[in-house]
């Protein structure tokens, strides 16, 4: 039996929903995300002999999300035009707030949000509230340290709040 | 501590990031700031929406197909009699009949309860390299693998850390054999995954006993009234290696 095909489906392959996800999170449409998932299992395929022990879940992940960025930097470079929700995704009701609020449920409300986050809040709560990882097991992924990582959710989980208006501004006591 | 302090440690909280005495001093805080105590109320109604929302995009059929094809069915045998089935649910019970006949052909032959034992532990082993069978609790860290057993089984198996003799923890899972619960733990040696049953069973310690099958090596000993049975494709060297070593812990 081929072993690393195996060792690969046993290591990676669980992870291929929480590839896709995170992907498909990141560059907000169907196709790309299929792409670098694709470009990703084929890199961790590669490389696997360098992968030692460590969680293949952060392993994958990170690969992705290096992936995505990639294409994400090559697609404003490229193209020039500004990165918005494609696809599926629920058009924006700023244009007729009263439709919107009435036709779209809170659960697209609540995706409208996230996926409306600049990309670096975006991800910390995909990978936080959605697949569950540690600040620790983010900070392996992003590459940042740990109190940024509770920083930036801080930031992330502020901003939608804001906009699925649960936010009332705090006032602070006098400490 | 001041609001703005408490700040980002809030979320920190919320996610069980914090260690007792962080966790008591901001919930000292919570308790004396009202304007702290509705913003992580609020925190933590966003959470819970978010988590009840259900938001994980699933990738479609046909990816999953073509990334199967691509990283899956290079397989040679004897996996290739029914490799891909698992694709398609509809097939699956065929392709669980056809490893229980492709395994235990030869275990009948050799006849006795240690072999049908033997049989059902592989067959096991077998199933839990398809993809998402392998563990329960996926972790190279015996500190977490170890406690996950406590509470779903009434014995403690070994779960030593063998990375200076290079087998990679991988995880550990529950299963059922003979209708026993049984801690199997998964290790990784090179490209190979070792799997280690144990279970309790009554019986006087005994010596390794090596099976092998199809390619498969099986090592089975008693040892303080719990049954072992190691197995895997490294060779058979290897697997004794690996039994020593979890008979030394």
Redesign the interface.
Known sequence: ???????????M??H??AA??LA??LVRN?QD??DI??ES??KA?KAQESF??????TWMLTIVRNTAMDFLRRYKAGMAVPLGDQGHEPQDHSADPERGLLEES??EQ??RA?SHLEAEFREV?VL????GL??KEIASVLHIPMGTV??R??RA?NQ??VE?G???E????V? | ????EA??????RL?N?LDMAGAASIDMHLSE????A??YA??E???Q???S????????AL??R??AS???E??????RLWRGSWLYPSALAAAAIAVVLLISTPFLRMGGDTDAIGAEILDNHLRS????H?VDV???DQHTVKPWFQGKIDFSPPVPDL?QEDF???GGRLEVIRRQPAAAIVY?R????VSLYVSPSIGADSATELHEMG?YHLLHWMQGNMSYWAVS?VDATDLRTFAELIRRR
């Not at chain 1, 039996?1 to 290591?11: A, G, I, N, W």
């Not at chain 1, 936080?128 to 697949?131: G, L, M």
């Open positions: 039996m081929d072993t690393k095909v195996r060792y690969f489906e046993l290591t392959w669980p291929m929903r896709y996800n498909r999170w169907d995300a299929e998932v694709q299992f084929l395929y030692r022990g460590s969680e293949a879940k809170r659960r609540v995706r996230i709560i936080r509230e959605i697949e540690s600040y509770m920083s959710l801080s989980r939608l709040l699925l649960g936010a009332k705090v006032q602070h006591d400490p | 501590m001041t609001c703005r700040g980002p440690l809030l979320h920190a996610d990031e700031c009202r304007a702290c509705a913003h609020a925190l109604d966003l959470h929406e978010i988590a929302a259900d938001l994980a995009y699933a990738p479609g990816l999953e073509k990334l691509q990283f899956l290079e397989k040679k045998s004897p996996s390299l398809q993809p998402m392998q996926p972790s190279s990375t990679i923890l991988i990784r090179r490209q190979h995954v390619g494709d």
